[in-house]
């Protein structure tokens, strides 16, 4: 009898197991219910972050259509600028030859090349003035050159010194300028289009120092 007893204590009865279950079934329910509301309020957050990345794209995507507009309109106003600017100041423009790289330095500046660098920049802006046309261009031979530094520049037009200068201008001038002999006197021989872009560099200088007197007057 006692061995009965106890066996009868030690295990549970039918009842206590069949409600031990419910309970475990119960938290099981309870558990996943919980679970399927964790995952449909991620679900939500989801959907409602992939519409704010999906606007966040298209406020980029427009953004960078309107940069794209307006970098091309910026572009535009710029070349517009820059084709006004060379076409009303020489000076703007990229020189072809030496004789006009030295034509556009402000006056102080040209002081420190050497006097037959000077006299030939002086000469060649204003080379139509003492030049003959011809086929070639505008020609002027070495008596005819030594003369008009002896007009228009310090030196006294030896022919030392006009040879000198011939061959700088021959040097600076590039292909713009020819030098030929005929008749045992040296020619120099300049194309008009190069003659036409020392005047327009001349003429503008001469503006931009009246310009600059006119306003020290006032």
Not at 7 to 21: C, F, I, V
Not at 138 to 165: I, K, M, N, P, Y
């Amino acid at each position: 009898m006692h061995n009965a007893n106890a066996m009868s204590k030690s295990h549970p009865s039918g009842n206590d197991t069949t409600d031990n279950l419910a309970a475990a079934v119960e938290q099981l329910v309870e558990r996943v219910e919980s679970l399927e509301q964790t995952v449909d309020e991620q679900a939500e957050q989801i959907e409602e972050q992939a519409q704010q990345i999906e606007e966040l794209e298209q406020t980029v995507e427009q953004t960078s259509n309107n940069a794209s507009g307006a970098h091309a309109r910026i572009n535009s106003v710029e070349d517009e600028l820059e084709t006004v600017e060379e076409g009303d100041n020489p000076h703007s423009r990229t020189p072809e030859t030496g004789l006009e790289q030295l034509a556009r330095l402000p006056d102080e500046l040209l002081e420190d090349e050497s006097a037959n660098v000077r006299r030939s920049v002086s000469l060649a802006e204003t080379w139509r003035d003492h030049a003959s046309k011809a086929p070639v261009g505008f020609v002027l031979s070495s008596g005819e050159l030594a003369r008009v530094l002896r007009e228009t520049t310090d030196c006294r037009g030896h022919s030392q010194t006009a040879s000198r200068v011939i061959d700088r201008l021959d040097q600076l001038g590039g292909d713009a300028v020819s030098v030929v002999e005929r008749r045992g006197e040296r020619r120099v021989a300049f194309d008009a289009d190069l003659v036409g872009r020392l005047e327009e560099l001349s003429e503008s200088s001469t503006a931009a120092n009246h310009e600059v007197v006119t306003e020290a007057t006032v």
